[in-house]
């Protein structure tokens, strides 16, 4: 679970990869942001928590429910509601970049056929994939439902190390099976390897140690994909209804397909 918390604040580093393909020249800028963003803020992180350490004490710490503002107080003064506004804009712009990502995921998913057609559309004026924006904001929502933050973040991070688990596998898959396929960006074969055991720890460790009846719950979330994908998705199902309903929503939210639909 500590593992899950630490993680969890340095998340982020896979949005880039989800837009890659609004970058200029992604098989130089790509590696070159990723090289030189995750060490940086791996460093900021680290100071700033360093400057806590030496700054709070440890009854502090537990007993605040900011630690950032706690620590601004002590060593700003009446400066101290800056560190609150800083943490406000780290947030803001966390979730900026989260919610640009998310919903590019989903608008791509859609034009390769994995997920309903209205997806894949964008607004008629502004450009933009608002309906796979709506649709990830309202997964967000349920996901809130629960209410705690902790829990929340647990059960984010177990669902997300087993789908960076499966998405390694794939890469392992082509690397020995298909050698041959052209690669604009490569890794040495132990990166993936690592990665995969990574995953595989922080995804059975949670269960073996503290099984909850919650991973239960967050597994049966993930499957029911599989009941709307395969009757409506994959073998079609019902298209009459589903044309109706993607005609509904284009004239309602006035978004069309892009170019790459048509």
């Not at 800056?82 to 608008?107: D, E, I, K, Q, T």
């Not at 967000?140 to 829990?151: C, H, R, S």
């Not at 040495?188 to 949670?206: G, M, S, T």
């Amino acid at each position: 679970m500590a593992l899950y918390q630490c993680l969890w604040s340095y998340a982020g580093w896979y949005n880039l990869n989800n837009v890659t393909e609004e970058l200029k020249r992604p098989e130089v800028n790509l590696p070159r942001a990723l090289m030189i963003a995750i060490p940086m803020v791996t460093i900021l992180y680290l100071m700033v928590n360093v400057s806590y350490l030496v700054v709070l004490t440890p009854a502090e710490m537990i007993s605040s429910s900011a630690v950032a503002v706690t620590w601004g107080n002590k060593v700003l003064g009446r400066w101290g509601w800056v560190m609150s506004v800083a943490a406000a804009l780290s947030a803001f712009g966390s979730l900026n970049g989260s919610f640009f990502s998310g919903g590019r995921v989903c608008y791509v998913a859609a034009r390769e056929g994995h997920m309903p057609d209205i997806l894949a559309m964008a607004h008629m004026r502004r450009l933009t994939p608002s309906p796979a924006l709506i649709f990830n904001t309202v997964i967000a929502l349920i996901v809130l439902i629960p209410g705690d933050f902790q829990a929340i973040v647990n059960f984010f991070s177990f669902t997300a190390w087993f789908f960076y688990g499966v998405t390694v596998s794939g890469l392992l898959y082509l690397k020995v099976k298909k050698p041959e396929i052209p690669r604009t960006i490569t890794v040495p074969i132990i990166v993936p390897i690592l990665v995969l055991l990574a995953a595989a720890f922080l995804v059975l460790a949670p269960i073996i140690d503290d099984p909850q009846i919650e991973y239960l719950y967050v597994t049966l979330f993930m499957l029911s994909g599989i009941v709307i994908y395969i009757p409506f998705i994959h073998l079609k199902l019902f298209p009459g209804l589903l044309n109706k309903l993607t005609v509904f929503l284009q004239l309602f939210l006035e978004v069309a397909p892009t170019a790459k639909n048509l």
